[in-house]
């Protein structure tokens, strides 16, 4: 069951038609509204949820998303932006009384900047076109994402997308260095550009990961990097978990940062394994896949040295990539865990909690009690360098029942992340699907002060309503929040 | 000077000053005061809260309380081989005032990187979250204790560089990251503006994992260095120092500093460190980086003298006084802007420290004050000037 989602405007689905005529006006060839057209907008990476939205918008330039948001705003039409729809959280799933702002035909490359090590790109563009379109002159974009053939790098902005390498390259945040964006009311704003501070308040930095709630970006500028010299991966082998976990935190102890660090445990390994003959061994408890990368030399030296902790924390295997190929073989499996998880299950629901890295073997201890308890299987993929667990859970969705327990099952792994001292998500975003355990580590107080950050972006809450907070706050209502002496009232507001 | 103990002390000076609407000025070590508008406010000192909370070496995460001092928490990480890898700075070592005094607080409040921040990101991508009284007196918190966390919007962003006038920070965490056990910086003298640039433009642009670079203009005679530093392990940087001296060899005879010069010469480059002598004004101009030769060209067309780091990224210039309003246009033109770091009163009086922002930004960014700050008490004239007609 998906989220109760904000009630549906009467008056606004009265106006359809109205609605429909003023935005083809804008965009004469971008207004879909036939429901069979708009079926492929229903949902986003997220199936389980499905809603079909009001319409659909496509624009193509600039001047075009200003119009519409300024019409929405005028009418107090709600608003859904959407990149590629590959979102793991909901984030696009569209609103009954919506529109649906899809992005896609914002899908060029504007300019690469070498001299400033920039390129300027349009949000549709996905993020590994970028890689594309610099690697004939050495350079590449660092985040990646494992859906990066199809995800934009819009939708990377709004999520702060992360990948295997954001270990030693950083996230989506770390590599943008600017936007141009139009506010809910039409303006049309830049921020930072092609150096690498902003003037004034860090307003990219917030823009970065707000889930398309504050407005909708039309021109990214990212960081591009001078690919490295040689990457080579290094298979470990683990007889338990525990020993994989002391090994991560071997290397980083000894000062070394590899350019990715994953962990897989043995439901993981042995469906990767079926599904892509990557070589892993299948009788491992947990394998670490760690990838180091620079001049040749630094592989060399830092490879021998991984694999002496590794040997010292109890690798039962090891191996070590020689070829390109065989690199992207070992890598192969990783990436490809989450269709061969598919594979062994009729469905899985992925989640995206981060914990502190010391508490991994506390958390993969509980998470099989809870598998037990709930009665459904669980498959780890682990980004165990930067703590960011992704368990797989298996179900069928046809077997009544059990979409909901996988669904009370992901809440307990994430109230477990809590406890221990992480967070809900790490890289999927909040979105619809996590909405309602915001409480679980924010208190109410924290929570307005986000809402409160939210409208001074968008005071009349037609940004993707109904996503990432559980509570729909009217900002008149929290204007009148005034301080008097420090005593706040507190509106007993109505949960939708 | 209020000096509270704890967040409820905070909670309660900062309810009555809003209650009362006057302004409340944070402090922390107080090195970066004079940075901004002379103006009238009550002094909010974080140095009471000046704990360790937690710092775990192999998760690579730090808190602390905001009063703690960067010298001490540098120390602390020193000694498990780690570091706050965006090369924060005392800022006594820009202004030549008392030493050791920098918090983390005001570290975070200003949102200044040193040298490394072409490699490793600047104060913004190191914190991760944090605790906070805002302008309602609630306490807050936002962010995590983790690396790779997105729940929620990134508030702790926009703590970096807020210079006190979003909240009063009482705990942050920050990432840390293994000290480099080796460093080499090579360097070429007598380049002109536009070759060092573009030499160091080369180098950033090969897989050579450049940690710093920064040119300094020829001056008393001496030659112009320009300095490229290399970080990492033995033979890492041996192989790197072989790829840029053959990439480089048509640019000028690429040659390694000697270990102590080449300390003192990076902590100059990073505090900014320009001889004052007849030209009061300190600059920090940030802009892209291929545009740094024409706006050092800028500065010295009015009189003044200046210094690159970050690859061209970032200028340290000094100017008279007159040349205020030149300096911003040349900063715009490149794309860029301009801070002024440091100037005598009656210059502060008049020219906003902040490069002021296109009107839209501008109304933005003080609707996003007041969503933390809705009597705008935290110190809301500091970027403001007499000439600027904008009320606070």
Known sequence: MPPAMPEPDRATLSRRAEI??????????G??????????????????????????????????VSQILKYCSANEVKIVPRGAGTSLSGGALPLADGVLLGMAKFNRVLEVDYANRVAIVQPGVTNLAIT????????????????????????????????????????????????????VDGEIIRLGGRQLEQRGLDLLGLIVGSEGLLGVVTEVTVRILPKPELARAVLVGFADTTSAGSCVAGVIAAGIIPAGMEMMDRPAIHAAEAFVHAGYPLDVEALLIIELDGPAAECDHLIDRVAAIAKENGAVSLRTSTSEAERLTMWAGRKAAFPAVGRISPDYYCMDGTIPRRKLPHVLQRMNELSNEHGLGVANVF??????????????????????????????????????????????????????????????????????????????????????????????????????????PRPDLPRF | ???????????????????????????????????????????????????????????????????????????????????????????????????????????????????RRISAGSVRDHLLGFHAVNGRGEAIKAGGNVVKNVTGYD???????????????????????????????LVMRDLSHATAVDAMGQAMRAPADVAAASYVPAQNNEPSITAIRLEGFGPSIEARSRLLTGLLKNAGHLEPMETSEAGAHWLRIRAGNLPPALLPLLWRMVVPPARGPDVLDGIERFGGIGMMDWAGGLIWARTVAEAAAPIREVAELAGGHAMLMSAPEDVRHDIPARHPEPAAVAALSQRVRRAFDPAGIFDPLRFEAKASERSP
């Open chain 2, 155 to 185: 508030l702790p962003k926009l703590m970096a560089g807020s210079w006190g006038q979003l909240c009063v920070l009482t705990e942050v965490t920050l990432k840390v990251l293994p000290r480099p056990p080796e460093s080499r910086t």
């Open chain 2, 1 to 115: 000077m209020l000096q509270p103990a704890d967040e409820q002390e905070i909670r309660e000076i900062v309810s009555h000053a809003a209650g009362a609407g006057s302004a409340l000025e944070i402090v922390g070590g107080g090195s970066k005061r004079n940075i901004g508008a002379p103006r009238e406010t009550t002094q909010l000192s974080t140095s009471r809260l000046n704990r360790i909370v937690d710092y775990d070496p192999a998760e690579l995460i730090l808190t602390v309380e905001p009063g703690a001092r960067l010298s001490e928490i540098e120390a602390l990480l020193a000694q498990h081989n780690q570091m706050l890898a965006f090369d924060p700075w005392d800022f006594a070592e820009t202004t030549g005032g008392e030493p050791n005094g920098s918090t983390i607080s005001g570290v975070i409040g200003s949102g200044f990187a040193g040298s």
């Open chain 1, 383 to 488: 980004h165990a360098g930067d703590g960011n667990l992704h368990p797989l859970i298996l179900y069928d969705a046809n077997k009544p029942g059990e979409l909901e327990r996988a669904e009370e099952f992901g809440a307990d792994i994430l109230r477990l992340c809590v406890e221990v001292g992480g967070v809900l998500t790490g890289e999927h975003g909040v979105g619809v699907e996590k909405r309602d355990l915001m409480p679980v580590m924010f208190t109410e107080t924290d929570l307005n002060q986000q809402q409160h950050v939210k409208c001074a972006f968008d005071p009349a809450s037609l940004m993707n309503p109904g996503k990432v907070f559980p509570q729909l706050h009217r900002c008149a209502e929290m204007g009148r929040m005034h301080v008097h002496r420090g005593q706040v």
């Open chain 1, 132 to 183: 594309k379109e610099v690697e004939g002159e050495g350079f590449y974009y660092a985040p990646d994402p494992s859906s990066q053939i199809a995800c934009s790098i819009g939708g990377n902005v709004a999520e702060n997308s992360g990948g295997v390498h954001c270990l030693k390259y950083g996230l989506t945040t770390n590599n943008v260095l600017g936007v141009e964006m139009v506010l």
């Open chain 1, 20 to 29: 429909v005529a003023a935005l083809r006006r804008i965009v004469p060839n």
């Open chain 1, 31 to 64: 207004v879909i509204d036939d429901a069979a057209s708009m079926a492929v907008y229903e949902s986003d990476g997220l199936t389980a949820y499905r809603q079909l939205p009001m319409l659909v918008c496509l624009p193509e330039t600039t001047e075009q």
